[in-house]
């Protein structure tokens, strides 16, 4: 693969995946629960996903390679964990993630235009980004550096007026919350800061992977910690009670109006989602390329076009996604939502595992970055794990809870499926000798 991907292409990503559809839906539902303590909620949300990003990070930046996320966890702790992570993360991507961002889009962009059906507009939008992707990752990556300077601009538009309309009285009750309040508000914004872990999934094709990769993902983070607590500042301080039943757009009709506030309708909401969608399909693939090529799944479905796209995947993805997207419709939003956390959470976790190789084995001790080497770097893993195996137990058991145990039950057929197949293609290479997880070496990060 192409090192395609400087410094600024990271950044955009990672803003991109990150400043996306959760600040606009999230935002609202932590204010009705924590009112404007949310403010405060977005802080205790941003350590511990922090805590997560640096152990990505120094996977990505010890072992720069193409589809990580598997790649970590399958040589590095388990490969059956590591695949039933991916395996899940698939679930959530065709049955979550695709869809539910679409499907987003599709309604903010009916707030302005009453006439839109949902559905249909979803589907332009999935084929219109699949068909960028299509035309390569450097394509991609400039659409993405554009989309994240207009959604900047929109951003801006937000803040720097809202600033001057902030009655202070609105923001007087932001340490007055109550804790319980306070962590359900903290746990449902410790979505908004997941997106910058994509990185690891293109490391084989960035220019300077062991620099870049860590510098970009401590920029982009402290960027998007600012950009939301503008927001929030701007959001409780103006809107005061137009939160409780209303969205961003909202807000910012009391403060802007006519070009301004377009600027803001498009720019914002809009483009953050239309960064998510883009940004997703040049990294969602990476992984499944991994497994074409280490074999697991067949290698034919790893052919990359000229363009340097893994076509045949990128298809896969944008075609069962659709089928999703028409079988459940408009009324799926939540059930979107819920299946997309899964499977990005479950995705981490092994690689969350791997991150105690690092000190442990002389061969990474010797590539990674110096913060190993310090007697309190144990500590670093640990949280990352418990943090992310605890996200992952509670968004199961709201699924068991919201959506009735029959969704629950279905990713778990998923998963057992997803298993056997593995367990089944396991011995296959070994009886073709071609068993990549039987090598006691590093070559498989080898791009």
Request: glycine share 8%; hydrophobic share 55%; charged share 10%.
């Amino acid at each position: 693969m192409k090192k395609a991907l400087k410094f600024w292409d990271l950044v955009a990503l990672e803003i991109g995946m990150t400043i996306g559809a959760g600040i606009f839906v999230y935002m609202p539902l932590a204010y009705r629960s924590a009112g404007a303590g949310t403010i405060m909620a977005f802080v205790f949300a941003f350590l511990p996903m922090a805590v997560i990003m640096i152990n990505v990070m120094l996977l990505g930046s010890t072992l720069p390679t193409t589809g990580g996320t598997f790649k970590y966890g399958a040589f590095l702790f388990s490969p059956k964990v590591a695949f039933l992570g991916l395996w899940a993360y698939l679930f959530g991507a065709f049955v979550g993630l695709f869809p539910l961002n679409a499907l987003a889009l599709a309604s903010y962009m009916k707030g302005i235009w009453n006439d839109l059906s949902l559905v249909p507009v979803a589907l332009i939008i999935l084929t219109f980004f699949y068909v960028v992707n299509l035309l390569g990752l450097k394509m991609a990556s400039r659409v993405e550096i554009i989309s994240v300077a207009l959604l900047f601009l929109a951003i801006a538009v937000y803040t720097v007026p809202g600033m001057g309309s902030i009655d202070s009285k609105n923001l007087e009750a932001v340490f007055s919350t109550g804790m319980g309040s306070m962590i359900y508000a903290s746990a449902l914004l410790t979505f908004t800061f997941a997106g910058s872990n994509a990185v690891i999934e293109l490391g084989g094709e960035v220019e300077n992977a062991r620099k870049n990769l860590p510098l970009s993902v401590i920029f982009s983070l402290t960027v998007v910690l600012i950009c939301y607590l503008l927001m929030a500042v701007v959001s409780f301080g103006v809107g005061g009670d137009t939160l409780e039943n209303g969205t961003l757009n909202d807000v910012a009709s009391n403060y802007l109006s006519g070009f301004l506030f377009y600027v803001f309708a498009f720019g914002g909401p809009i483009l953050a989602i239309a960064t998510t969608i883009n940004a997703t399909y040049m990294w969602g693939t990476r992984s499944l390329l991994a497994l074409c090529r280490l074999r697991v799944f067949p290698s034919k479905l790893g052919a990359i076009n000229r363009r340097g796209t893994p076509w045949v995947l990128l298809t896969i993805v944008w075609l069962l996604s659709s089928i999703m997207l028409i079988s459940v419709g408009e009324s799926g939003l939540n059930l979107f939502a819920a299946f997309a956390s899964i499977g990005g959470i479950a995705v981490i976790v092994p690689a969350m595992f791997a991150v105690f190789r690092l000190k442990r084995d002389p061969r990474l001790k010797e590539r990674a970055p110096a913060i190993v080497n310090r007697k309190w770097f144990g500590i670093v893993p640990v949280l990352g794990t418990a943090f992310s195996i605890m996200i992952m137990l509670i968004l199961l058991y709201q699924v068991g809870v919201d959506f009735s145990t029959s969704f629950f039950l279905l990713f778990i057929v998923w998963e057992v499926f997803g298993m056997i197949y593995f367990l089944f293609r396991l011995k296959y290479l070994d009886r073709v000798k071609k068993n990549p997880f039987s090598r006691n070496d590093l070559s498989a990060f080898d791009d």
